[in-house]
């Protein structure tokens, strides 16, 4: 749209000029977590001193400290849906529910897909047996004999079940499916044939190999062959649940992570014992041992009472008689909205765990769901004075005790499917999958006010900016009211997109956040271009303003508007998970919400530093290490100062560097992940490194 450019050009220059002299930028500064932590673990696995823990939602997870804390580890994982992990030596695989299997070659450092040759990237398990690396996916069994780099279809016989379980015995290899039972083949995979005399079901969701002993997890509890699968038989005494998620093996102790927690036999299976004390979720995913240490992955819930348990990972020391949560830094809970009042931090989630409050600035969080017994999508929050709103699938609730309790205000709704909501005054607007509501009463009762609206598509999102209310529309339209929306006017001209996600304001000009990129507008709507520049994705999930600076959350992290407004750069440094759902900027700090949890970071480390005079390129190696690191640096500016500081912002380390490349003595640090600050007057270089 050349004419639109060339027509606008004048006041996008004054703007952009503006920006450029009021927000130089620093590229290498950090995101924090600050929770909630836990979440849904999936899988565990244990690598000498390093534990891995796969999330759906938030990705792989690494700690080196025994679970004290934990980092993100996703660089190169496409998806950080991780379903199962399998280590052999130094290298680590991980398979993906929707991107396939990734590997590691340096403790989860950076990931590479290795899916050649797979025709599903939907991954349930891995097994090892030598060099054979077989993958259970949703269409049958593969094998590769190259670590990962091909990929053969196994499965004469299978009849492409999905193999949900993968067990190793000799030469013998199990496959548990989620349709046909339990399969062997002594062949390497080359053939398959159903063992499944005695079992009720052939749904398998687990199993594990103890000796001679083969045990599954079914639908109807646990069962056990002691003959290679020719025969099962029933092994339940004193389990209170059927449902059986996972097992672990140490010596003759035998682990069972189930619905109702974890279980203990140390008797291969003729009974069992509870071990739950401390576990505050007791639903149970996955179960790893190291040493003496043992760790339960777990996957919170909502009942129908409205309690709310918080999953993530708990770790006990006597053999699981004790359990104590351990999931610092570590969240795999989707934050689709967020909205601030003081210290207080409201949170709105589409996964089970649907909305919590930090009234600390994010160092604790509680839930306040007691009304989620109907939904578990929370879609948008405003708050205003004492009264707090949340849209959600089953329509807007109000809480007026600060989240203790929520009372649902639909009267007048036509759908209760709610995308946004926001506050002007007394007035209440609701964007619903039909259109727009007014409730000028407290939510009490709501009126429709879609005159105007070329269609009743989705109001995704909506902005007040003074006396103009904008709203955008699953059609791609940006509907602007000047007389609280009793009229509304489409303003598309030049709006490509068939969504829009978010709308912001700044100053005079209007940006929209779409699933084809940002568009902007300096002359209210009425001629639109696009602002794409500097952007790795198009897929704009979310807009802030500060100042004269835009903030673009994407499926693709967090990006600020700069460089005389012809690109965006990437703000990313330290932000583990990188799909960003929300944003919003309360004072000093801006706020992310994402598929890890809600992550912050002050706006002066964006926005109060000059740009690099310098291009400085650094490494610090060897990476893990447990003695001494090398920082080698292609370039030392002056007065350069190296610090090292833990996940908690405690500095423990400082020297000042002189030469470019210098040997750093980290052997009196503890175990576990660091962050290297690399800082002179007009250079901030960052990076993480990790003690064993």
Same mark, same amino acid.
């Given at each position: 749209?050349?004419?639109?450019?060339?027509?606008?050009?004048?006041?996008?220059?004054?703007?952009?000029?503006?920006?450029?002299?009021?927000?130089?930028?620093?590229?290498?500064?950090?995101?924090?977590?600050?929770?909630?932590?836990?979440?849904?673990?999936?899988?565990?696995?244990?690598?000498?001193?390093?534990?891995?823990?796969?999330?759906?939602?938030?990705?792989? *997870?690494?700690?080196?400290?025994?679970?004290?804390?934990?980092?993100?580890?996703?660089?190169?994982?496409?998806?950080?849906?991780?379903?199962?992990?399998?280590?052999?030596?130094?290298?680590?695989?991980?398979?993906?529910?929707?991107?396939?299997?990734?590997?590691?070659?340096?403790?989860?450092?950076?990931?590479?897909?290795?899916?050649?040759?797979?025709?599903?990237?939907?991954?349930?398990?891995?097994?090892?047996?030598?060099?054979?690396?077989?993958?259970?996916?949703?269409?049958?069994?593969?094998?590769?004999?190259?670590?990962?780099?091909?990929?053969?279809?196994?499965?004469?016989?299978?009849?492409?079940?999905?193999?949900?379980?993968?067990? $190793?015995?000799?030469?013998?290899?199990?496959?548990?499916?989620?349709?046909?039972?339990?399969?062997?083949?002594?062949?390497?995979?080359?053939?398959?044939?159903?063992?499944?005399?005695?079992? @009720?079901?052939?749904?398998?969701?687990?199993?594990?190999?103890?000796?001679?002993?083969?045990?599954?997890?079914?639908?109807?509890?646990?069962?056990?062959?002691?003959?290679?699968?020719?025969?099962?038989?029933?092994?339940?005494?004193?389990?209170?649940?059927?449902?059986?998620?996972? *097992?672990?093996?140490?010596?003759?102790?035998?682990?069972?992570?189930?619905?109702?927690?974890?279980?203990?036999?140390?008797?291969?299976?003729?009974?069992?014992?509870?071990?739950?004390?401390?576990?505050?979720?007791?639903?149970?995913?996955?179960?790893? +041992?190291?040493?003496?240490?043992?760790?339960?992955?777990?996957?919170?819930?909502?009942?129908?009472?409205?309690?709310?348990?918080?999953?993530?990972?708990?770790?006990?020391?006597?053999?699981?008689?004790?359990?104590?949560?351990?999931?610092?830094?570590?969240?795999?809970?989707?934050?689709?909205?967020?909205?601030?009042?003081?210290?207080?931090?409201? #949170?709105?989630?589409?996964?089970?765990?649907?909305?919590?409050?930090?009234?600390?600035?994010?160092?604790?969080?509680?839930?306040?769901?007691?009304?989620? #017994?109907?939904?578990?999508?929370?879609?948008?929050? !405003?708050?205003?004075?004492?009264?707090?709103?949340?849209?959600?699938?089953?329509? $807007?609730?109000?809480?007026?005790?600060?989240?203790?309790?929520?009372?649902?205000?639909?009267?007048?709704?036509?759908?209760?499917?709610?995308?946004?909501?926001?506050?002007?005054?007394?007035?209440? *607007?609701?964007?619903?999958?039909?259109?727009?509501?007014?409730?000028?009463?407290? %939510?009490?009762?709501?009126?429709?006010?879609?005159?105007?609206?070329?269609?009743?598509?989705?109001?995704?999102?909506?902005?007040?900016? %003074?006396?103009?209310?904008?709203?955008?529309?699953?059609?791609?339209?940006?509907?602007?009211?000047?007389?609280?929306?009793?009229?509304?006017?489409? &303003? /598309? =001209?030049?709006?490509?997109?068939?969504?829009?996600?978010?709308?912001?304001?700044?100053?005079?000009?209007? *940006?929209?956040? !779409?699933?084809?990129?940002?568009?902007?507008?300096?002359? =209210?709507?009425?001629?639109?271009?696009?602002?794409? =520049?500097?952007?790795?994705?198009?897929?704009?999930?979310?807009?802030? $303003?500060?100042?004269?600076?835009?903030?673009?959350?994407?499926?693709?992290?967090?990006?600020?508007?700069?460089?005389?407004?012809?690109?965006?750069?990437? $703000? /990313?440094? %330290?932000?583990?998970?990188?799909?960003?759902?929300?944003? #919003?900027?309360?004072?000093?700090?801006?706020?992310?919400?994402? =598929?890890?949890?809600?992550?912050?970071?002050?706006?002066?480390?964006?926005?109060?530093?000059?740009?690099?005079?310098?291009?400085?390129?650094?490494?610090?190696? @060897?990476?893990?290490?447990?003695?001494?690191?090398?920082?080698?640096?292609?370039?030392? @500016?002056?007065?350069?100062?190296?610090? #090292?500081?833990?996940?908690?912002?405690?500095?423990?380390?400082?020297?000042?560097?002189?030469?470019?490349?210098?040997?750093?003595?980290?052997?009196?640090? @503890?175990?576990?992940?660091?962050?290297?600050?690399?800082?002179?007057?007009?250079?901030?270089?960052?990076?993480?490194? +990790? &003690?064993?």
């Amino acid at each position: 749209m050349e004419y639109l450019i060339t027509k606008i050009d004048d006041t996008m220059k004054k703007f952009f000029y503006f920006i450029m002299l009021l927000c130089p930028v620093a590229l290498n500064a950090q995101w924090q977590p600050i929770g909630p932590f836990g979440g849904r673990v999936y899988c565990l696995a244990v690598s000498g001193s390093n534990v891995f823990a796969g999330t759906i939602g938030g990705g792989m *997870f690494l700690s080196a400290n025994n679970g004290n804390s934990w980092v993100a580890v996703n660089n190169g994982l496409t998806s950080t849906n991780v379903q199962c992990i399998a280590i052999s030596g130094s290298n680590i695989f991980a398979g993906t529910y929707d991107g396939g299997v990734f590997l590691s070659t340096n403790n989860g450092g950076n990931w590479t897909a290795v899916n050649n040759g797979l025709t599903t990237k939907c991954i349930y398990c891995i097994g090892i047996s030598g060099s054979n690396i077989f993958a259970g996916t949703y269409d049958g069994a593969y094998l590769s004999t190259d670590n990962g780099t091909s990929w053969v279809a196994v499965n004469n016989g299978l009849n492409n079940n999905c193999v949900s379980c993968i067990g $190793v015995s000799g030469s013998n290899i199990f496959a548990g499916t989620l349709e046909g039972g339990v399969f062997l083949s002594t062949n390497n995979g080359n053939s398959w044939v159903a063992v499944n005399n005695g079992l @009720p079901s052939l749904t398998v969701w687990c199993m594990t190999i103890s000796g001679s002993n083969i045990f599954v997890g079914i639908g109807f509890g646990v069962f056990l062959s002691t003959n290679n699968g020719n025969s099962w038989v029933a092994s339940n005494n004193g389990l209170t649940t059927d449902i059986i998620y996972a *097992f672990a093996v140490s010596g003759y102790s035998i682990y069972t992570g189930t619905e109702k927690g974890v279980f203990l036999s140390v008797n291969n299976g003729s009974s069992w014992v509870a071990l739950n004390n401390g576990l505050t979720t007791t639903k149970v995913f996955s179960l790893a +041992i190291s040493g003496s240490n043992i760790f339960a992955g777990t996957v919170g819930n909502t009942n129908w009472y409205g309690e709310t348990q918080l999953g993530g990972v708990f770790f006990s020391t006597d053999n699981g008689n004790n359990w104590e949560a351990m999931s610092n830094g570590l969240s795999s809970n989707d934050v689709h909205c967020i909205a601030k009042s003081g210290s207080n931090i409201f #949170i709105g989630s589409t996964n089970i765990h649907n909305m919590f409050l930090s009234n600390n600035s994010g160092s604790n969080w509680i839930p306040v769901n007691n009304f989620f #017994i109907l939904t578990p999508f929370v879609r948008g929050i !405003t708050i205003s004075d004492t009264n707090i709103f949340a849209a959600t699938d089953f329509g $807007v609730f109000l809480s007026t005790d600060n989240g203790s309790h929520f009372v649902i205000r639909n009267n007048g709704l036509m759908d209760s499917l709610t995308y946004s909501i926001a506050v002007s005054g007394s007035n209440i *607007f609701a964007g619903t999958d039909w259109g727009l509501y007014l409730s000028s009463n407290n %939510g009490n009762s709501w009126v429709v006010v879609n005159n105007g609206l070329t269609s009743t598509y989705s109001v995704h999102c909506i902005t007040i900016d %003074g006396s103009k209310f904008f709203a955008g529309t699953g059609d791609g339209s940006v509907l602007i009211s000047t007389d609280n929306g009793s009229n509304w006017v489409a &303003k /598309n =001209n030049g709006l490509t997109s068939t969504i829009i996600n978010s709308i912001a304001v700044c100053g005079s000009i209007i *940006f929209a956040g !779409t699933n084809e990129g940002i568009f902007f507008s300096p002359d =209210n709507g009425n001629y639109w271009g696009t602002l794409n =520049n500097g952007l790795t994705s198009t897929i704009i999930k979310s807009l802030a $303003v500060s100042g004269s600076n835009i903030f673009a959350g994407t499926d693709k992290g967090v990006f600020l508007f700069t460089n005389n407004g012809n690109s965006w750069v990437e $703000v /990313n440094n %330290g932000l583990g998970t990188v799909n960003v759902f929300s944003l #919003i900027i309360d004072g000093s700090k801006i706020y992310a919400g994402t =598929n890890g949890g809600v992550w912050q970071r002050p706006l002066s480390e964006m926005l109060g530093i000059e740009n690099m005079s310098i291009d400085v390129h650094y490494k610090f190696y @060897p990476n893990p290490s447990s003695d001494f690191i090398t920082i080698e640096t292609s370039a030392i @500016p002056t007065e350069s100062q190296l610090s #090292i500081s833990n996940l908690n912002g405690q500095e423990l380390i400082t020297r000042q560097i002189t030469q470019p490349k210098t040997q750093l003595d980290i052997s009196s640090l @503890p175990n576990g992940v660091y962050f290297v600050r690399l800082t002179s007057d007009k250079t901030v270089a960052t990076g993480k490194i +990790i &003690k064993q």
